[in-house]
């Protein structure tokens, strides 16, 4: 590469001008497109580190994201010296990430949201920094599953932080607490002066007008009742330790206007003595003592309960326990009042194995005009039944749900209201007993008890343990049949798999890559996957029963009850803290926001993270390489015009010497091209057909002007126009299309030099996945791989290489890129089944032997 | 030997290293004991000899390359493995001049690792 690009900057050399030449530009150009791919690649490795097939260190945290700052610095400087410092403000966007990026790997707690309170429908597991794990979890599994919850909203730490500051209170407490921590006062005394001074302290009326909104917004859906809320506490790290619970404050029934003052009872409650006392032991440090809050709608619960979805002394069992009593469910909670106990299978059907129906004369019940009272219960309920057996089996299915959802054993609280609909009020993670607990030592041998279907195949997107019944995919099968907790088995890792995401316990694919859109799913949502298996869809049978162990890459007939026990014992990875690490950086590296040019976020200070900054560089580099030479006509040591051909593609030449030969005012026609490669590139993108090779009613025209702009060069600015450039000289052509949302890279020497000539081939698409992207990157996997290049794909990019080929088989891999270029920016719409991939690539075969007599 | 199980000692100051390995390769039947700090696992090696060591290379306190070092000269037949995220060739000469087994760069695959160990493995019971 090195030295051909020094025999182009030898053509410059003829001239001397006092603008800078094009091969400086150039050079600065290449070096953009360069670390542009650097960056991406980087980003793409980080993200596939998250599958748990990987052991990584903070080291590796650290040292990825050094180096992605570095290449993230040299990308700003590249563009500010092509543009002479018209982008300097991506110094400041630049300097705002890698200050939150530096805050995250320093093991800051970062309140991500400035916001004072968050509905639930937008809280993400990724705020429980924000909003504490109760209101997480809850909000969570109302967005992501189909379970009901009660409606709510979050007030975060930035509130708790808010309301302490404006009232002078947050220095003061740690002062106190100090004294406490010194032993110049007892714990008793620090709690109750921190508490009384909370309690007389005034919810700062920003707040307050905040918080009364959200209440009202939700009230305003219930005409015949007068909504009152429940507002509990929702503490940083409260969810994580279960020994935690019961420490902090609930307000109950609590009418609208009520809630502030309800809001600071629950705040008081994070320094009780208790409270206090067990953070110390827990080594909390200051900037982790932060109580978030979580306000829910009350429902008025004709029953409510308790369900672990495993007995926790005796998980052999295979039971799940649900203990439940009339009324709400506080009393059920704290044990003050005798329950129904149901003992139920965990396997479906989940047959009801035991029952205790007790006498309960009293229940604790909503008072109309807020707060709660005891109220004797109608005396023909005292000795029925609390739950009915649907409500059993429903509950049953809603704690696998959950189960499988977290990953682990839950402890379940619900209410069943006025409709006897079951409603999940809160679920976290249920503690089994330890010693009980299989040692994975215990495992060896499995393959001696249980039937082994594959072995040692595939490669863990998502490392796990997932037991259910097959369902295999076939083609035309409808994804809409798929069974609640089966484990999807399918030809291919296409993104289109993704719905079922919630009801599937594991993905397995004969073919697939770990950094593809189905593997960042199934690790968003924790589903061991399995890719790569080869021959997966034939050996297991639709129906039957599997247990898929991706550590070990192995399949096994039936349930493999160790295994099951083994993985809800073991701790998931996401649970360690440097896989959470990652994850939080990656959110400032890896989305990208900057999706349209056009759109009004696309400048510097619209970047929000590193990917948006190479986005931004990347457009605004070939955007510039084409303003200096062709509308400015800046440098004279090049000659610029725009192709005039049959085929509306709206393309910048600049030819560094030898590459265009004749006049070109008028622009260029394609038998003026005199570059070698570019013409091969030329002649396969104009291929007859190529355009439009499948019956599929595309309107022609109109596609073509969606990927490309058609304006004439007269009549238009230089904004305005697509960002199509092609730099060549007589043995070389460099391209950049910019199709749609799809970048299409092709740097190409061709000479009779065989240790000379390379071609460097990169698609990417854009930012939406679908399934037919994924067939097209097959596709042109499948094709660039059978004629000679080295193929790598990350996601939907697909990166070729060919060198040392001799002049005559360059030129005929040039034509076929010609061919895909033309031709890919169709895919999108015609890659409609499975059987397309071949389809076309037969096509293009037949094509390549026509043309090339091979 | 034959029915001896494997025994590995494992030592890296990052925890996750450990917490992720032990596991992984007591599932595939091997005796594993993990340590975080090199005076400890020199401790432990000064007490009973190990089939199979992996070690980091950088560390607080008795560097890796001592700690194998030690390793090798009490028991050269006990085959160490290195693991570390600061590869350079120079790092990885010396450790296969002190004869280290193998080196492998971190971030790696469970299945990688576990490759290297079943080599390992099948060199020592082969000589014995």
């Given amino acids: 590469m090195q030295s051909f690009l020094q025999q182009i900057r030898g053509i410059f050399n003829r001239k001397k001008k006092e603008t800078v030449p094009f091969k400086i530009l150039f050079a600065e150009f290449k070096k953009s497109l360069e670390l542009n791919n650097q960056v991406l690649d980087i980003i793409a490795d980080a993200n596939d580190k998250l599958s748990g097939d990987y052991i990584f260190d903070e080291q590796y945290i650290q040292s990825t994201c050094m180096e992605l700052t570095d290449l993230i610095r040299q990308l700003i400087v590249t563009i500010n010296h092509l543009t002479e410092q018209k982008y300097s403000e991506l110094y400041t966007s630049f300097h705002l990430i890698e200050e939150e990026i530096e805050s995250l790997l320093q093991g800051q707690m970062l309140n991500q949201v400035k916001d004072l309170i968050l509905p639930y429908a937008s809280v993400t597991r990724d705020l429980t920094d924000s909003v504490g794990g109760k209101n997480a979890h809850i909000a969570e599994i109302g967005t992501?599953?189909?379970?009901?919850?009660?409606?709510?909203?979050?007030?975060?730490?930035?509130?708790?932080?808010?309301?302490?500051?404006?009232?002078?209170?947050?220095?003061?407490?740690?002062?106190?607490?100090?004294?406490?921590?010194?032993?110049?006062?007892?714990?008793?005394?620090?709690?109750?002066?921190?508490?009384?001074?909370?309690?007389?302290?005034?919810?700062?009326?920003?707040?307050?007008?905040?918080?009364?909104?959200a209440a009202a917004q939700i009230s305003k859906g219930y005409r015949d009742?007068?909504?009152?809320?429940?507002?509990?506490?929702?503490?940083?790290?409260?969810?994580?330790?279960?020994?935690?619970?019961?420490?902090y404050l609930s307000c109950l029934n609590i009418p609208v206007k009520e809630i502030p003052q309800a809001y600071k009872e629950v705040v008081a409650s994070l320094f009780s003595p208790e409270a206090m006392e067990y953070r110390l032991q827990m080594d909390f440090r200051p900037h982790e003592i932060m109580m978030a809050v979580a306000c829910q709608l009350m429902v008025p619960a004709k029953a409510s309960g308790v369900m672990y979805t495993y007995d926790?002394?005796?998980?052999?069992?295979?039971?799940?326990?649900?203990?439940?009593?009339?009324?709400?469910?506080?009393?059920?909670?704290?044990?003050?009042?005798?329950?129904?106990?149901?003992?139920l299978d965990r396997q479906p059907p989940n047959d009801v194995r035991e029952m205790q129906i007790v006498r309960k004369d009293q229940s604790m019940v909503l008072r109309g005009c807020g707060g709660i009272g005891i109220d004797g219960v109608e005396e023909e309920q005292r000795t029925e039944s609390s739950l009915t057996k649907r409500q059993l089996q429903e509950l049953a299915r809603i704690g696998v749900r959950l189960e499988r959802y977290f990953k682990r054993p839950q402890d379940i609280e619900f209410a069943v209201d006025q409709q006897e609909r079951v409603i999940v009020l809160q679920s976290r993670q249920l503690r089994l007993q330890h010693e009980r607990a299989p040692r994975a030592c215990d495992l060896t041998g499995l393959g001696d008890k249980y039937s082994i279907i594959f072995r040692g195949r595939g490669i863990a997107a998502m490392e796990g343990i997932a037991t259910g019944?097959?369902?295999?995919?076939?083609?035309?099968?409808?994804?809409?049949?798929?069974?609640?907790?089966?484990?999807?088995?399918?030809?291919?890792?296409?993104?289109?798999?993704?719905?079922?995401?919630?009801?599937?316990?594991g993905f397995i694919t004969d073919v697939g890559s770990t950094t593809g859109h189905l593997a960042t799913v199934a690790r968003e949502f924790r589903v061991p996957a399995l890719f790569n298996t080869e021959n997966g869809t034939?050996?297991?049978?639709?129906?039957?029963?599997?247990?898929?162990?991706?550590?070990?890459?192995?399949?096994?007939?039936?349930i493999v009850q160790e295994l099951q026990y083994y993985s809800i014992q073991e701790e998931p990875i996401e649970e360690m803290y440097e896989y959470r690490l990652l994850r939080r950086v990656l959110k400032k590296i890896e989305p990208l926001n900057l999706?349209?040019?056009?759109?009004?976020?696309?400048?510097?200070?619209?970047?929000?993270?590193?990917?948006?900054?190479?986005?931004?560089?990347?457009?605004?580099?070939?955007?510039?390489?084409?303003?200096?030479?062709?509308?400015?006509?800046?440098?004279?040591?090049?000659?610029?015009?725009?192709?005039?051909?049959?085929?509306?593609?709206?393309?910048?030449?600049?030819?560094?010497?030898?590459?265009?030969?004749?006049?070109?005012?008028?622009?260029?026609?394609?038998?003026?091209?005199?570059?070698?490669?570019?013409?091969?590139?030329?002649r396969g993108m104009s291929y007859p057909g190529m355009w439009d090779m499948s019956p599929a009613g595309v309107d022609f025209s109109s596609f073509m002007s969606s990927l490309t702009r058609t304006t004439s060069v007269r009549s238009t600015s230089p904004e305005d126009v697509g960002r199509n450039l092609a730099v060549v000289s007589a043995e070389y052509t460099n391209i950049n299309f910019r199709l749609g949302y799809h970048f299409t890279v092709i740097d190409a020497y061709v000479s009779d030099n065989i240790l000379d000539n390379h071609i460097y081939f990169r698609f990417s698409g854009g930012v939406t996945e679908t399934t037919r992207r994924a067939r097209r990157t097959r596709l042109l996997g499948r094709i660039l791989s059978h004629y000679d290049f080295l193929c790598e794909m990350h996601g939907d990019i697909v990166v070729a290489r060919l060198k040392r080929t001799d002049r005559e088989r360059m030129l005929q891999r040039l034509f076929l890129l010609g061919l895909l270029v033309g031709f890919t920016r169709q895919l999108d719409v015609k890659m409609v089944s499975e059987e397309m991939i071949t389809t076309f690539f037969n096509e293009i075969k037949t094509i390549m032997e026509k043309e090339n007599g091979k | 030997m034959e029915n001896k199980q494997t025994s590995i000692l494992i030592l890296d100051d990052e925890p996750i290293v450990s917490k992720r390995l032990k596991p992984s390769l007591e599932k595939k039947g091997y005796e594993v004991e993990a340590f975080t700090t090199s005076a400890a696992a020199l401790a432990r090696v000064r007490e009973r000899q190990f089939d199979i060591v992996v070690t980091d290379l950088k560390m607080e306190g008795v560097d890796g390359m001592q700690f194998l070092t030690e390793v090798k000269e009490k028991y050269p037949d006990t085959e160490v493995i290195v693991i570390t995220g600061f590869a350079t060739m120079a790092t990885a000469k010396e450790s296969f001049n002190k004869g280290v087994f193998d080196f492998l760069a971190k971030p790696f695959k469970l299945g990688e690792i576990a490759e290297v160990i079943a080599k390992a493995e099948k060199k020592i019971k082969g000589t014995k």
């Fill in chain 1, 312 to 343: 926790p002394v005796r998980p052999e069992m295979e039971t799940m326990i649900i203990n439940s009593a009339w009324g709400l469910g506080e009393p059920i909670v704290a044990g003050e009042v005798p329950t129904d106990a149901f003992v």
């Fill in chain 1, 469 to 505: 019944e097959a369902w295999v995919m076939r083609e035309g099968g409808d994804l809409k049949d798929f069974p609640m907790g089966g484990i999807l088995v399918a030809r291919h890792a296409t993104p289109q798999l993704a719905r079922v995401i919630n009801r599937a316990t």
């Fill in chain 1, 595 to 682: 999706t349209d040019p056009e759109a009004d976020n696309f400048t510097p200070r619209g970047c929000r993270t590193y990917h948006d900054l190479t986005r931004f560089v990347h457009e605004k580099a070939v955007e510039t390489i084409i303003d200096l030479n062709f509308y400015h006509a800046h440098n004279r040591d090049t000659q610029a015009g725009r192709l005039v051909w049959d085929y509306p593609l709206d393309l910048i030449l600049i030819d560094v010497g030898g590459g265009i030969e004749g006049e070109h005012e008028k622009g260029i026609r394609p038998e003026q091209i005199t570059s070698v490669p570019m013409r091969a590139l030329l």
């Fill in chain 1, 538 to 558: 034939e050996l297991i049978r639709h129906g039957q029963e599997i247990t898929l162990d991706t550590e070990c890459l192995t399949v096994y007939e039936g």
């Fill in chain 1, 144 to 213: 992501l599953t189909d379970l009901r919850i009660p409606e709510g909203f979050a007030i975060t730490t930035a509130a708790f932080l808010f309301f302490l500051q404006e009232n002078e209170l947050y220095d003061w407490i740690f002062t106190i607490r100090k004294q406490w921590r010194q032993k110049v006062i007892p714990v008793e005394e620090a709690s109750q002066k921190i508490q009384r001074a909370i309690l007389d302290a005034t919810v700062p009326p920003q707040l307050e007008e905040v918080i009364l909104d």
């Fill in chain 1, 225 to 247: 009742i007068v909504p009152c809320f429940a507002v509990r506490s929702s503490a940083l790290g409260e969810d994580e330790i279960s020994s935690f619970a019961g420490q």
